[in-house]
């Protein structure tokens, strides 16, 4: 039972990343996987039905775009990423969100946990705003948005998958996006692969273990979680991280922040007919 | 009515310092006032009954210590505050609570308004830590810290007293200390005051104005309120701050903290029988 | 002598705006003053001859840009600032330096004082990146580019400027631009303005007063000041902000950096002949 | 030559921490070595001659603390650290320099680095005040501290080495204490170290390779350098951390900080015989 390795289950998984779980799409009932390139950047569109989750998957849609590393781009190489991950928000809000939380898990005292408040922190809380001032200033955007940002339990004593659940009950958000460091197996996909799914996502997953999951079966709402993994976990005590990552951590969420911000303010649609073909194809 | 200015309602108030607000002690039925010195720190206890409150004071009692300006403290100084401000938490918590809320009000990314969630940042969550490893440690203390930070609203788009009321829930909370900036009218006072209350505090009171309030009336759980004047408000759009403020902050919110981690952990209690008087006889 | 409120020497001034000191520009020998505008935005660019500083100017050029506030700007209107700043900057440097030092004057922990800090915290080192590195990925930019983040005297102990003049040495540089928070005299002015200037710059001038000068004169390299008004002076220990400065601090800073990048990386230059002509007619 | 891989030039080093370099201490010439306990605090002091570097160590007195994991510390355990560093920073200062400058050394935005920047930012620039004031109070310290945070090469494109050098010049500094991250060899040594060295230090030794060293030979004046392991190198590319690091690093910066302010104040002297004696048996 060689395989086990690869499909453990979550608690005790060695990689929050779902193409580093992923077996061959052929091989397994109920698991649909297809790829699609896009300049240098890599689509990559899995869906889990039901039924394969009970032999190990998380049910639900994963994209995950596998990119340049995070150095010395030039303005069209991060436009390049940018759009990408915008064209990936649209394909999980297909009909955008009325009132949207977006939540950033992590620490972001430690660098390598920081990506979800680092993101967040970039983000208009566009709810803040009264209706009438959008009025005064011409502007109608579809999505109203409320932040959170949990920190963790070893720092607040409170779960921050129960505070995403307050927060989300608080601002009655129809759909809620989540940022998040997620651990690798590979060294080398570390800042190489932003993961959009909805199957949920176990904060902590990254640095620290947690036990609770953000998911549509908890909260009865969309959850969109997004992810790029900052560590490889080593052996419970210490983990793995790129000597390089504070310059990664902060190009990348700021990257994450601007599209979204983008997608979700006022302006048009991308467009990309075989990424949608693909990701549908994928059995989205 | 020249006194209207003095007693405005909540909303519209020029300061939020209960020594700013109070009349001489001695003229109005219900309210209570005594003061005491030790050493440089003034104590000034004030209690207002239900039926006072009718006729524009909030009800409840409040403590204000008048300190020397945090500025060159000698060991002494700082300790003689520090103590200070343990027997004022000690006097408002007269029985160690279970499972302390600890709330930072404010938004920290602005040194006038930063008071509370600097403050909270250095207070221990020791409820994040598990029963076995207090006793592994041979610790037992009688309460257990959690600590929420919740941002302000222009900033997370859902309300602060909402989200501590939430995480008051999600802890179980007994009782909820929070740590706010405030506004005073007179600029001499500015740091110059550590007000302690039960009687409930409007957060977003120093810098933002806000409209809820968080006090036991709301919670049904005792809320002691501590804050230190950081602003005088001017006209709606601008305040008035001190050029050191930013070394003011640090500095005692760095004390504030001090002093709650050793209330709260496993010192001795400080004894003050007089101080504990002036706090009775103003009728606590 | 009532002109004379105006025209105080420096060190006891009440302004840091060279809008706030000027004189209608027909009043003065030595003193041309041109405004224009493009969109909401006006340039006023002020001329000071050698002669007209003895009578209690600065002598050199200054170019101020009103702004509308930076508050829900649109796309537009932020591209239009930037855009503004982009022009700017190439007017006070026609020929690119080779090797530009990027000074963020002020105090980082104070919103007030943090509009340096913050700005050249998000400017690109190119310095710091091997020669080599730009070959490999096909880059070829005019101008390296150091930072220099001094801190204030109050907590280091260390002029400012002596730590900026320091830096020019090791870094060998040919240009200097240096980013701070000003103080102005009339609050409508606060965040309102961008003023570039090559007549030298007291750091501290914003929040807390400084004697030493950043200019050409004692460095002997071009001097290029940006400075933004954060704060009204009152007493000397006090000063009046703007309630929303925090906002206005990030998004400014955010805008100039991202200007200076662009200007100093390996984007086209932008072309304006009629501001430039108002800049020369000025008499720069 | 199975022995070279302990020795090996600075410049490729494994760890930064004499501990685990130095041979046992009778096997060679020109090398003392001698340890004490306190409490659960070793002290380990290592003294090597000018003849036994050429064969391959830094010359001079290196102190190293081993000391319990910063973890859940009673008052007792903190205060016994605390001193054990009084100790050792008295042992290096046996007459308070009278201008010292101190310098954090490491990259603050990443944690595993941010050591020497956090411990310093929580250091009293006691040169920043007048004389008058010290008078003014009636204090009436030996020492004044200005202080150094350079950054890293990488952010500013200017050597830190550098930037130390040209503030103990503006300073006039008669005495340099530099605080920095380390490298371990063996992750169960990770902020288990306090290393107290006279020998000179290489900025970026933990984290980035530097190459320039900061050292009495280069500057004339006497330099401490205190570090911390925070990582194990293991490839160039990444590093291994540990996943509490967060908290060990605030928990020890801060405690570094309070013992420097106490040792340069106007504290009593700690006095300890016999580790000032084993100190001086190793050689110092």
């Known amino acids: 039972m060689k395989k086990k390795k690869n499909y453990i289950p979550c608690a005790f998984r060695e990689t929050d990343l779902a193409l580093e779980r992923t077996p061959p799409p ?23 039905s039901d039924d394969a989750k009970r032999e190990g998957y998380a049910a639900g849609r994963t994209l995950s775009l596998s990119i340049p590393a995070p150095f010395l781009w030039s303005a069209e190489e991060k436009g390049a990423v940018c759009d990408a991950f915008r ?32 993101t967040v922190e970039a983000i208009e809380a566009s709810a803040a705003l009264p209706e009438t001032l959008y009025a005064q200033f011409g502007l109608a955007p579809t999505t109203r948005i409320a932040v959170c940002v949990p920190d963790v339990f070893s720092k607040t004593g409170i779960e921050s998958v129960r505070t995403v659940e307050a927060a989300v009950r608080l601002f009655e958000a129809d759909a809620v996006l989540a940022f ?7 060294k080398e996909r570390l800042f190489r692969v932003i993961e959009i ?5 176990v904060p902590g997953g990254g640095v620290k273990r947690g036990s609770l999951s953000l ?15 900052t560590v490889v976990r080593t052996d419970g005590e ?36 075989e990424i949608s073909a693909i990701f549908r194809e994928a059995g989205a």
């Open 180 to 186: 998040d460091a997620l651990a690798a197996r590979d």
């Open 87 to 118: 064209l990936a928000l649209q394909l999980f809000f297909p009909t955008p969100p009325v009132r949207l939380l977006v939540a950033g898990l992590g620490n972001r005292r430690l660098t390598a946990d920081a990506l979800g408040p680092l």
């Open 215 to 229: 998911s549509k079966g908890s909260l009865g709402i969309p959850v969109i979680a997004v992810g790029i993994p």
């Open 197 to 201: 799914t909805d199957t949920g996502t």
């Open 26 to 48: 052929s091989k397994k009932r109920g698991v649909f996987y297809r790829e699609a390139m896009r300049g240098d950047i890599r689509f990559s569109a899995l869906s889990v």
């Open 238 to 273: 210490h983990f793995l991280v790129s000597r390089d990552m504070e310059e990664y951590v902060h190009s990348l969420s700021s990257l994450l922040a601007e599209a979204t911000n983008t997608v979700f303010g006022d302006a048009p649609r991308l467009e990309d007919s």
